[in-house]
């Protein structure tokens, strides 16, 4: 890789933190507009904004993107820089890549939940930030090469997939992003199915009762066939073939814990 990258997407998606990543790994020097913007003012973003307002931030930011815009490397941007016209304009006339991490609302309220140094988070209703979160979102969309999709993927992932797609230039690459998220959150909510899982066994355990159910098993997979009726992408054989392993797993597991075999 030899010219400039450009990180952009929401608070909280991971610029600044797949910046060093990606840095690391192909052995780039980073920028990050928000300690720039420190470098250059001797005030955060936080305190600049408590002290002479958006609008003034907003100026400066435009002042320090324009002036770091050919800097051969990668550049993790602020959250907040798509907000202006100008730089919008300054991100589209460059010849960066410009890559789109994504996230979703509520992965972003999860990371910043304890976030102290953000003020545009601290002034925001959740309505307001919704807002913002789709009015940001279509001009990331537009100013992007490429949208990588991160819910549920690790940094390296996502670094990994930045420096797949920087080589390759694949039309598969944002599709696969997509998949690779939506496999992990699939994973993350099988995880908190045994979870549940867990709980039940030592119920059972308590209850004396049978580990193997097949009357539930049975209601649950009609339940679901009845649910995902409508819907072309789920069908009945999917169902079963997916509850299977979920009850074969589920029914290990609660055997392993209770320490008998049914
Ligand atoms: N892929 C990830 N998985 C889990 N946590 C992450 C991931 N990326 C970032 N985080 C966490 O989310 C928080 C915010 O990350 P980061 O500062 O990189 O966001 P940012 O996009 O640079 O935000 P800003 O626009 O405000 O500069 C940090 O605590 C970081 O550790
Ligand atoms: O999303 C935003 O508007 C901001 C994000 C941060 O990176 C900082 O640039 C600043 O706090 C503004
Ligand atoms: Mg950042």
């Not at 840095?23 to 600049?48: C, H, V, W, Y």
């Not at 304009?89 to 102290?116: C, G, M």
């Not at 908190?192 to 009762?209: G, I, P, W, Y």
Request: aromatic fraction near 6%.
């Amino acid at each position: 890789m030899s010219k400039t990258t450009i990180l952009i997407g929401f608070m909280g998606a991971g610029k600044t933190t797949v910046g060093k990543v990606l840095a690391n790994i192909t052995n780039q020097p980073l920028l990050d507009l928000d300690d720039e913007f420190t470098r250059g003012t001797k005030l955060s973003p936080k305190e600049f904004m408590e002290q002479l307002g958006e609008e003034e931030f907003r100026t400066t930011e435009t002042r320090i993107l324009k002036s770091q815009l050919d800097f051969d490397g990668i550049i993790s941007t602020g959250g907040g820089v798509v907000e202006s016209e100008l730089n919008r304009q300054l991100i589209r006339d460059s010849s960066a890549q410009v890559i789109y991490l994504k996230t979703s609302l509520a992965n972003v309220l999860e990371r910043l939940s304890h976030d102290n140094v953000r003020p545009m988070l601290r002034k925001m209703s959740v309505i307001d930030l919704q807002n913002c979160w789709n009015r940001r979102g279509i001009f990331y969309q537009l100013l992007s090469n490429v949208t990588i999709e991160t819910t549920n993927k690790n940094p390296t992932k996502i670094a990994r997939e930045i420096i797949d797609f920087e080589q390759q230039h694949d039309e598969l690459l944002p599709l696969r992003s997509q998949i690779d998220s939506l496999d992990r959150q699939i994973f993350n909510l099988v995880s908190q199915r045994f979870d549940v899982v867990r709980e039940v066994a030592s119920v059972k355990e308590q209850l004396h009762a049978s580990v193997v159910q097949t009357e539930r098993m049975d209601e649950v997979r009609a339940e679901l066939k009845n649910d995902f009726s409508d819907n072309s992408n789920i069908s009945e054989q999917l169902i079963e073939e997916m509850m299977n392993i979920l009850f074969s797993s589920s029914i290990q597991r609660e055997n392993e814990q209770i320490k008998k075999v049914d």
